[in-house]
Nanobody, 121 residues
């Protein structure tokens, strides 16, 4: 079994900062990629940022220059530093990971439970 547990969400004012963290645990052979998605009220779930095992990083255009994704490989964690937050960043943020499990031939997609980020004007 694999679990992804997020933390760090909350309520901030416009221009403020938050740091999200996601920890993966379980029967993990390797984590091929990790990322953050978000889903606002009545909206689809969209990619915010991702990072691969090799260090390749992608950001949504809307967060470039404001958000930074990083990975702590030793602890199977990924963080999202969010600066200069805007009301349009308000959403539930979900950790995502593509993980190869020990003893199994294929990798699978796993999701965290989500953490609420609210940015007030």
């Amino acid at each position: 079994q694999v679990q992804l547990v997020e933390s760090g969400g909350g309520l901030v004012q416009t221009g403020g900062s938050l740091r999200l963290s996601c920890a993966a645990s379980g029967s993990i052979f390797s984590i091929n990629a990790m990322g953050w998605y978000r889903q606002g009220p009545g909206k689809q779930r969209d990619l915010v940022a991702s990072i691969t095992r090799g260090g390749s990083i992608n950001y949504a255009d809307s967060v470039k220059g404001r958000f930074t994704i990083s990975r702590e490989n030793a602890n199977n964690t990924v963080a999202l530093q969010m600066d200069s937050l805007k009301p349009e960043d308000t959403a539930v943020y979900y950790c995502n990971a593509h993980i190869s499990r020990r003893g199994l031939p294929n990798g699978y997609i796993y999701w965290g439970q989500g953490t609420q980020v609210t940015v007030s004007s």
